[in-house]
């Protein structure tokens, strides 16, 4: 099972330190980003796709719950706080689990272990394709035929196995409905790994297509790799 990319968020340093540190000992995670500051939070999930966000609730410029409902509605947080009042409002999000400050490192693993469980077959009993609107007519994509997608602006163009299809959508907005053998790898570019065949340098071999990987993007490929 591929790595569960997360973000950290947590006004006291200490608190991020504790989380990172748990987070690198549990071999299903992979931490994209941590940071005291929520608006940086904010700003990075603009560009980058994240499975779960760990994130406490009392915090000074914004709360945990105003931040839940601000991103998207399909995000999955794991909450972690020392306020149990705010665990019955956060459950109206996605919410994992609900970790009361101090997190041991076994209470951290048990709702990293509840994520994997209602989720792991996710992709497995989803659907195995999607409806795209183009030239006026709802075109269906199964993920199987869907190699690659190129963002445009406003517009995508959505290369399959036989066709290219240019769609009036956003990249994050596309790639919040693609499972997870999808990843993105530039600003521009988002891949299907099952169509990856080497990854050189800076680039990656998608059969005989080459695609640049992102600056921001190599890190995260390359560990994949």
Known sequence: MPKINCIIL?????????LKKHAAENEN????????EVFDAIDFLKNNKVEVIFTDIQMPELTGI???KILDKSQKFI????????????FNFHVIDYLLKPITKERFDLAVKKYTE?????????????F???????????FSDLIYVEGLKDYIRIHTKNEKIMVLETMKSFENKLP????RIHRSYIINLDFLTSIDGNSVYLNQ?????????????????
């Open 180 to 183: 997870i053998n999808f990843k």
């Open 118 to 130: 209602l989720f792991a077959q996710q992709v497995t009993n989803s659907t195995s394709y999607l």
């Open 79 to 90: 909450v972690t706080t020392a306020y149990p009042n705010y665990a019955l409002e956060s």
């Open 132 to 142: 795209v609107k183009a030239d006026g007519k709802q075109v269906k994509i199964n």
């Open 29 to 36: 995670l992979n931490v994209l980003f941590a940071t005291t």
């Open 66 to 68: 105003q931040l839940m």
């Open 209 to 225: 297509k080459i695609i640049p990987i992102g600056e921001t993007y190599r890190k995260d490929i390359k560990d994949f790799g």
């Open 10 to 18: 947590d006004d006291e340093p200490l608190a991020v330190e504790l």
